[in-house]
């Protein structure tokens, strides 16, 4: 029996060529895996009377360098981010039957509004008029089944936002930095929305059927530097600023409709509008 750096005879191979393979062959039974990062979610409130409208997600990890996709509606997903959209409404069909006297959150490929991937892992948002889901899934590898988590709740106030922007998932390389995937809603007003490093750079997010979605790529972010969601209106000027990695029901912030009802925040005399979304 041959051993594993050996080649099988071949009279016509030239010494050179045998010669590399067998560095070759010898590299790779050398190589380890590369660890894939662990995905820990927790909920964060970002509505009034602590509703859960957000999830932030940290991506923990020493891996190298993993391919990236970001993606805005159902008509641009690759194949493995159709895969993982497609499992993510199996789960939450299959998930839990709501309390009683609330009907079922139902979601179709057609509701997806974004989609982040990042090697063998994918992080979707599906929302509709009635609520909105977000979803981790992790595909299947050797000796691995495809796993991942699913939340979905209903909008506290769907049709009003708490201003322009209404941040929805957040996930991060790093506690409170490093690489981060995020998105959301805006109102119509918004005509581009731009994340600031607090360092000089800024990575745009995509705009798309009221939706958001953004994905830096060594950004190296820090809380310290105090990173913003900015938005602008079609004439250039800033609608709106807010931290990046603090949820909304911690801003110093309350939002009310144009009846005067108290939707967003804690109650004061000097709450700002709260805008209608549309999709």
Not at 5 to 24: C, F, I, K, V
Not at 52 to 74: H, K, N, Y
Not at 96 to 115: C, I, N, W
């Amino acid at each position: 029996m041959n051993e594993i750096a050996e080649l099988p005879a071949e009279r016509d191979l030239p010494p050179a060529a045998t010669r590399r393979m067998r560095a070759d062959l010898l590299r790779m039974a050398r190589q380890r895996p590369v660890r894939l990062p662990r995905l820990r979610i927790a909920v964060a409130g970002v509505a009034l009377l602590a509703v859960a409208a957000g999830v932030t997600a940290v991506w923990r990890g020493s891996g190298g360098p993993e391919v990236q996709a970001l993606a805005m509606g159902p008509g641009e997903l690759s194949p493995t981010l159709r895969d993982a959209a497609e499992r993510c409404l199996t789960w939450h069909e299959r998930g839990p039957e709501p309390a009683a006297g609330k009907d079922p959150v139902r979601f179709s490929l057609t509701d997806l509004a974004m989609a982040t991937e990042r090697g063998s892992r994918a992080l979707l948002l599906f929302m509709n008029d009635v609520g909105y889901a977000t979803c981790d899934v992790r595909a299947a590898g050797p000796r691995r089944e495809p796993s991942g988590g699913l939340s979905a709740d209903r909008w506290p106030h769907g049709e009003w936002l708490p201003g322009p922007v209404q941040r929805l998932l957040l996930t991060s390389t790093e506690h409170d930095g490093g690489d981060v995937s995020v998105s959301g809603r805006v109102s119509g007003r918004v005509n581009r929305l731009v994340l600031d490093h607090g360092d000089g750079r800024t990575t745009a997010a995509r705009l798309s059927g009221g939706a958001f979605g953004l994905m830096t790529t060594g950004a190296r972010l820090r809380a310290d530097d105090r990173p913003e969601l900015i938005s602008y209106d079609d004439r250039g000027a800033v609608l709106d600023r807010r931290p990046l990695f603090q949820a909304e029901n911690q801003l110093d912030r309350c939002y009310t409709t144009p009846s005067g009802a108290l939707i967003y925040g804690r109650s004061a005399t000097n709450c700002l509008p709260a805008e209608a979304w549309r999709r």
